[in-house]
């Protein structure tokens, strides 16, 4: 009786062993595929990407060390949105072949960065297009970013290009791209009647141009008919974001500026004179540092500040 008992014990782990092999085989198999659905050379729809609009040469793929060849002078600006890749290709039009279309497509290193390399670009007076999780079209370009992605659609030969043949392209393009066309769970915070809609943008570095403000969002408001701007700093952990609101109190205090410090189990706050950008207030919630810029007066910039921090992701407190 032992030697059966261990025997149908052998074959049990064997068994178990050999359905692990399987389940561990197939995901390498589902992360391949998935790998070569989004290769960055089969972006680029071809051989064309609009009617009359054929695909020149072949696609041609840069990386941060080459990424120079493509748009020298304007690579830096990408690298700090974790610049991974760029795809390229060129559509020239049939009946013109001095008109064409280049199409560039930016592998990011999150859907955030995504964002903020378009927002670099985006312009109150664009119009939004409804492709990806956003876009803008104006006479000779078509720019959206989806998932990790940032698209960059440029006519060259021509001043003025059919707008169609833009929108064309650009859902080609998008059809080859993962399917997320989410926007970044932190502009939620902003979505507030004073907050100028599409004027948020993500900087990656050195937020309101202070060191200590690593990362965050910045968007235009208008508060009691006086523009300002509120901003939101992005942390790793609470003690990340409470060291970056220290700093910044170090800060403000070293100014000469009057500062009224406030720590209570339910708030962390700092309403002052900023030397670069007048009055201030900021609370410290979670992992998050909010703040408004620019302020009339500070019992209207706390009313802005709580309703942004209520929107926080998971609504930390400290």
């Not at 782990?13 to 589902?30: E, G, P």
């Not at 169609?164 to 393009?173: G, P, T």
């Amino acid at each position: 009786m032992q030697d059966t008992s261990h025997s149908a014990q052998k074959i049990l782990l064997w068994r178990n062993a050999l359905i692990s092999v399987i389940i561990l085989c197939t995901f390498c198999i589902c992360v391949t595929v998935c790998a070569e659905e989004f290769s960055m050379e089969k972006v680029p729809p071809a051989p064309s990407c609009a009617k009359g609009w054929v695909m020149e040469g072949k696609v041609d793929l840069y990386t941060k060390d080459t990424l120079f060849e493509r748009i020298n002078g304007e690579s830096e600006l990408y690298f700090p949105y974790g610049f991974e890749a760029l795809a390229s290709a060129r559509y020239a039009n049939k009946e013109s072949p001095q008109v064409a279309v280049e199409a560039d497509v930016y592998r990011m290193g999150s859907l955030l960065d995504a964002f903020g390399i378009y927002a670099n670009y985006r312009k109150a007076d664009n119009g939004v297009v409804n492709i990806g999780a956003e876009g803008f079209v104006s006479p000779t370009q078509l720019l959206f970013y989806q998932d990790r992605y940032f698209v960059r659609l440029q006519a060259s030969g021509t001043l003025n290009v059919n707008q169609e043949v833009l929108l064309s392209c650009a859902r080609a393009i998008s059809q080859n791209l993962p399917r997320n066309v989410n926007q970044p769970k932190e502009l939620e915070s902003f979505v507030i009647p004073a907050v100028k809609q599409r004027s948020e943008r993500y900087i990656s570095q050195s937020l309101l141009g202070y060191a200590f403000f690593r990362r965050g969002l910045i968007a235009d408001a208008i508060l009691e008919g006086e523009p300002l701007k509120v901003f939101m700093v992005m942390e790793e952990s609470v003690n990340a974001a409470r060291k970056a609101f220290d700093q910044y109190h170090a800060y403000l205090k070293a100014s000469g500026q009057g500062v009224r410090f406030t720590e209570t189990p339910e708030e962390t706050s700092i309403a002052a004179v900023d030397p670069l950008y007048k009055n201030v207030y900021i609370v410290h919630s979670g992992r998050y540092l909010v703040g408004a810029v620019n302020l009339k007066t500070t019992s209207a910039g706390k009313h802005l500040v709580e309703q942004v921090r209520k929107r926080l992701p998971g609504h930390q407190s400290n």
